[in-house]
């Protein structure tokens, strides 16, 4: 071989090779061309775009999620059901609802209403009193901050509440504190006085309520169930259809809500008892079956002997593939929500604001 065919054919596998190594699709964008493409498909009525499209752009960015359209999108359909793009939404009728709670707390512990009267007289550190800063209240981040105040400084508060506060979501994707306290690891900003009182801030907020969205990997063949899954709880859409499979092949009734064990209970539920019930059919004895019933908050329950058995057997029985998401069919308990609303209905709300953003692109 001469030396010239030999160099030509050394350049030809040097240029297959870079191809080869390439990463496929787009390049990602810079943090620049992040924001610009959030600020393009905000709704035109959001006011401080730019501050959205920043705090939007590092809740992704820092959490190595890509700045696609699809993932906007997702970001901004939820923020916008949840809270009309405001950092600290009112709730109607939340000094009445806080109200209740004490109210309803005190006789469980049977305070008499008149010492939670004169308690709740007495004043707080900013000089108001704290009956006076609950009828005020009209934000989930002003009713936390009476409650933390009322605990501190009350001794009645630490009867009533303990370490309690009745306040379990906030921000402008309404997120739950709880899930933000356990991801707070990596969490890019210094923390203004805690956890909870980042949730409230809209760059709080945004970042926790994105991680809860997007940030865990689920083979949904559309957003619709992973909008079902920040309702209901990671895979909740998943696991909900292993219920309606593991129904159709046992003919147990269950409720499609994706809870498959009843945790920190020694009690077994009725989904759990559903697969027992299959225990010799899928070789498996009681504490296999719930160790492996115990992924199902995590991607590894697709990998289990009790999944993929109970849809091969579902599947026999109904003689068609069976779906691997459907919506969980959960009934929305709040004291905030006034009407019958479910997470059907939450993730098709989500879902219809979602598609009129893709259209913006």
């Known amino acids: 071989m001469n030396s010239s065919l030999l160099s030509s054919l050394l350049l030809a596998s040097l240029l297959l090779g870079g191809c080869a190594s390439r990463p496929s699709g787009p390049p990602p964008l810079s943090p620049e061309q992040a924001r610009e493409r959030v600020q393009a498909l905000l709704p035109a009525s959001v006011v401080d775009r730019q501050g959205w499209a920043a705090d939007i752009q590092t809740a992704l960015t820092t959490q190595d999620i ?15 059901q949840e809270s009309t793009f405001q950092a600290d939404p009112p709730v109607p009728g939340l000094a009445r609802i806080a109200r209740e709670e004490i109210d309803r707390r005190a006789a469980r512990l ?3 209403a008149s010492l939670v009267d004169a308690a709740l007289g007495i004043r707080s550190p900013d000089g108001k009193t704290y009956k006076q800063r609950l ?10 901050a009476i409650f933390d105040d009322f605990t501190g400084m009350v001794p009645l508060g630490q009867t009533l509440f303990g370490r309690f ?53 689920a083979d949904y063949p ?15 859409s998943r696991n909900a259809a292993f219920q309606s499979a593991l129904s159709r092949l046992t003919g147990i009734e269950l409720a499609l809500d ?14 759990e008892r559903a697969v027992r019930s299959l225990g010799p059919r899928l070789g498996l004895n009681n ?8 992924k199902a908050d995590g991607p590894d329950f697709e990998d289990t002997k009790v999944y993929r058995q109970v849809f091969e057997l579902a599947e026999q029985t109904a003689g068609k593939q069976l779906p691997r998401a459907i919506l969980p069919g959960i009934t929305l308990q709040s004291p905030k929500i006034t009407r019958k609303l479910t997470t059907a209905w939450f993730a098709k709300r989500v879902n219809e604001r979602y598609l009129r953003c893709m259209q913006r692109n």
């Open 222 to 236: 559309e957003p619709l169930y992973r909008f079902a899954d920040f309702n209901a709880g990671w895979y909740a």
């Open 287 to 294: 504490p296999a079956i719930y160790n492996q019933l115990k």
């Open 258 to 271: 994706g809870d498959l064990i009843i945790h920190d209970s020694l009690a077994t539920g009725a989904t």
């Open 135 to 144: 009828a005020a209240a009209r934000t989930e981040k002003q009713l936390s």
């Open 66 to 80: 890509a700045a696609t359209p699809e993932n906007i999108c997702a970001v901004l359909a939820v923020t916008e």
């Open 165 to 217: 506060n009745p306040v379990h979501t906030g921000g402008p994707m309404q997120v739950s504190i709880a899930f933000a306290e356990q991801h707070a690891g990596s969490y890019p900003y210094a923390v203004d006085g805690s956890i909870r009182r980042e949730v409230f801030s809209r760059r709080g907020g945004l970042y926790f309520g994105t991680r809860h969205l997007l940030g865990y990997p």
């Open 110 to 112: 049977r305070v008499p």
